[in-house]
Nanobody
């Protein structure tokens, strides 16, 4: 599967953005999907993940209550709705996928398919 992330941009603190990640295969529903982010000089970190059916989600503490991950298996897509953005949310956001098991891992090593990343910049 190939992943194509989009929706990033430059916004002000408190604004919202919606990221999208489109998959190339109809077997999209077999994949657990996740969003990670990487800020300059920092390690890539887990943001949110969703199981195959969308029935279970997991969030990083830093985004809980502000971000929402969802998926539409009919459209082979996963989304990240980001509200109340903060300058510390500035990073390149990546979508990732794994089909080995149906639960969300916070470890980037568990994901074997990655999109190209989309830049999110939040100004204060």
């Amino acid at each position: 599967v190939q992943l194509q992330a989009s929706g990033g941009g430059l916004v002000q603190a408190g604004d919202s953005l919606r990221l999208s990640c489109a998959a190339s295969e109809r077997t999209f529903s077999r994949y657990v999907m996740a969003w990670f982010r990487q800020a300059p000089g920092k390690e890539r970190e887990f943001v949110a993940g969703v199981t195959r059916s969308g029935g279970s989600t997991l969030y990083a503490d830093s985004v809980k209550g502000r971000f929402t991950i969802s998926r539409d298996n009919a459209k082979n897509s996963v989304y990240l709705q980001m509200n109340s953005l903060k300058p510390e949310d500035t990073a390149v956001y990546y979508c990732a996928a794994q089909a080995q098991y149906d639960s969300v891992s916070r470890s980037s090593r568990e994901y074997d398919v990655w999109g190209q990343g989309t830049q999110v910049t939040v100004s204060s």
